[in-house]
């Protein structure tokens, strides 16, 4: 069964929507790394940074909603110390959106969004001990590039995150590889409903 998904750049009409979800995918994900009080500041900060983003108009935010609802999000732009790569700066959906394939279908039209932009190379972090995304980057073909680093995310404790890459080339046209075919036939069933940038 096809599912309606919507998939669309995100406005000012979606600064609260944005924070929303990166509010509740932390709740789902995030809260074993870090202390109670720092927590529920953290997600505070998360639930109102993205009207500071949304008003920079720096990078590019793109949303997908499911009958309606937008239940993911896609940050992404060039990478601030590697010229030339893209970089995936946040990746979050809310938990309802689980299992219904949506965030696959953003993750696409990221890819192709870079693609269409002339990026060859796309990369990003991901926490270590989180196996369902580091599950959801490799299904969706990246590969770890054996970088890993400490992050403070604001409490003074370092949070282990690795490097996620893909070879955008692999998804322009003219390659063999199967993994990068499979990709974009997916795409193209994937975003057989509703679809619009």
């Not at 600064?15 to 870090?34: N, Q, R, T």
């Not at 490097?163 to 080339?169: N, R």
Request: include cysteine; hydrophobic fraction near 40%; proline fraction near 4%.
């Amino acid at each position: 069964m096809t599912q309606n998904f919507t998939i669309y750049e995100a406005s000012v009409d979606d600064e609260d929507v944005l924070g929303e979800i990166h509010v509740e995918s932390w709740k789902a994900a995030y809260a074993p790394f870090f202390a109670p009080e720092f927590f529920a500041e953290a997600l505070q900060q998360r639930r109102t940074q993205w009207h500071d983003r949304i008003a920079k108009s720096e990078d590019t935010i793109m949303l997908a909603a499911l009958e309606r609802q937008p239940l993911v999000l896609s940050f992404f732009g060039s990478s601030p110390d590697r010229p030339g790569v893209a970089q995936i700066f946040s990746f979050f959906g809310h938990p309802a959106a689980w299992g219904t394939g949506i965030a696959s279908a953003l993750m696409t039209a990221t890819l192709r969004r870079l693609c269409q932009d002339g990026c060859n190379q796309v990369r990003l972090w991901t926490l270590r001990d989180t196996p369902q995304s580091r599950r959801f980057y490799a299904k969706n073909g990246f590969t770890e590039s054996g970088a890993v680093r400490g992050y403070d995310f604001g409490d003074g404790n370092l949070v282990d995150q690795v490097e996620y890459e893909l070879a955008l080339t692999e998804l322009q046209g003219g390659s063999s590889n199967r993994q990068a075919e499979r990709k974009l036939r997916h795409a193209t069933e994937a975003l057989a409903g509703d679809w619009r940038e």
